[in-house]
Nanobody, 118 residues
Framework: QVQLVESGGGLVQAGGSLRLSCTTSRSIFSINYMAWYRQAPGKQRDLVARIFSGGTTLYADSVKGRFTISRDIAKRTVYLQMNSLKPEDTAVYYC????????????WGQGTQVTVSS
């Protein structure tokens, strides 16, 4: 089992910034990758950003240049720095982890709401 605890969501005006955090109960070195997804009302859950065990990152086209995923290995925490936020970034943001011992399964956090007002 892997527990994931997210924090950092909230209400911000367009153009503003937020930083999301996701702390895992497992060592980062046991994790294949961690990622942030988001789901807006009535829409599917989509990948926002992913960071692999070696540090490689990838981003959805819609957030490239605005969002940055990073990690603090000692704190077992992954961050999503979100800048230049737009109303269309409004969604529930979920953290997920994929572990080496079972790469067919992902663990999910409870989600954190991000609302961007225009």
């Amino acid at each position: 089992q892997v527990q994931l605890v997210e924090s950092g969501g909230g209400l911000v005006q367009a153009g503003g910034s937020l930083r999301l955090s996701c702390t895992t109960s497992r060592s980062i070195f046991s994790i294949n990758y961690m990622a942030w997804y988001r789901q807006a009302p009535g829409k599917q859950r989509d990948l926002v950003a992913r960071i692999f065990s070696g540090g490689t990152t990838l981003y959805a086209d819609s957030v490239k240049g605005r969002f940055t995923i990073s990690r603090d290995i000692a704190k077992r925490t992954v961050y999503l720095q979100m800048n230049s936020l737009k109303p269309e970034d409004t969604a529930v943001y979920y953290c997920t982890a994929n572990v080496f011992e079972d790469t067919s399964n992902n663990y999910w956090g409870q989600g954190t709401q991000v609302t961007v007002s225009s």
